[in-house]
């Protein structure tokens, strides 16, 4: 079963939520870091503050992806039992290739400080969404999808 949505480009967007006995599969991750107690976000230099994500690697599966994603942009370093593979969510693109992105729920164990984040400008910690400026928000956290996938967080009792 799956929940469609539309996105800023007007594009069709079906996710599916998922468990532990499903297979990601996904070209791209997205990744909803918990660290002590707080969402790990991190700043893209040009779309601003959003949740850390990226395309898989060749050779790489989605949890591989999901720990590099995450350790390149806020250098944060998990223990592969706290990674949970939630939703994915395929976008139907108009003008260019679908692609497929495998979303995870993954609990921080320590931030490691970092010279250089690549695209992004390292981490930052809020409560939740609603505390970050909306100018400050990449388009990406006010996309029906990736909202769906932190209340699935939530009600899977994740994140209060």
Same mark, same amino acid.
């Given at each position: 079963?799956?929940?469609?949505?539309?996105?800023?480009?007007?594009?069709? #967007?079906?996710?599916?939520?998922?468990?532990?006995?499903?297979?990601?599969?996904?070209?791209? #991750?997205? #990744?909803?870091?918990?660290?002590?107690?707080?969402?790990?976000?991190?700043?893209?230099?040009?779309?601003?503050?959003?949740?850390?994500?990226?395309?898989?690697?060749?050779?790489?599966?989605?949890?591989? !992806?999901?720990?590099?994603?995450?350790?390149?942009?806020?250098?944060?370093?998990?223990?592969?039992?706290?990674?949970?593979?939630?939703?994915?969510?395929?976008?139907?693109?108009?003008?260019?290739?679908?692609?497929?992105?495998?979303?995870?729920?993954?609990?921080?164990?320590?931030?490691?400080?970092?010279?250089?984040?690549?695209?992004?400008?390292?981490?930052?910690?809020?409560?939740?969404?609603?505390?970050?400026?909306?100018?400050?928000?990449?388009?990406?956290?006010?996309?029906?999808?990736?909202?769906?996938?932190?209340?699935? #967080?939530?009600?899977?009792?994740?994140? !209060?």
């Amino acid at each position: 079963m799956f929940v469609k949505f539309k996105d800023k480009e007007n594009d069709d #967007v079906y996710l599916s939520l998922k468990d532990e006995n499903d297979i990601p599969d996904g070209d791209h #991750v997205l #990744v909803i870091p918990i660290y002590q107690g707080q969402l790990l976000f991190t700043k893209h230099k040009l779309r601003g503050i959003e949740f850390p994500g990226g395309k898989r690697e060749e050779g790489e599966s989605s949890e591989q !992806a999901c720990e590099r994603e995450l350790f390149e942009e806020t250098g944060a370093l998990i223990n592969i039992k706290d990674q949970h593979y939630i939703a994915q969510y395929c976008v139907n693109r108009q003008n260019s290739l679908p692609f497929t992105k495998d979303v995870f729920m993954v609990k921080v164990d320590r931030l490691q400080t970092k010279n250089d984040y690549l695209e992004t400008e390292g981490p930052l910690l809020f409560n939740s969404i609603s505390d970050i400026k909306e100018e400050r928000k990449s388009y990406l956290l006010k996309d029906a999808a990736i909202l769906q996938c932190l209340e699935r #967080v939530i009600e899977l009792g994740f994140y !209060a």
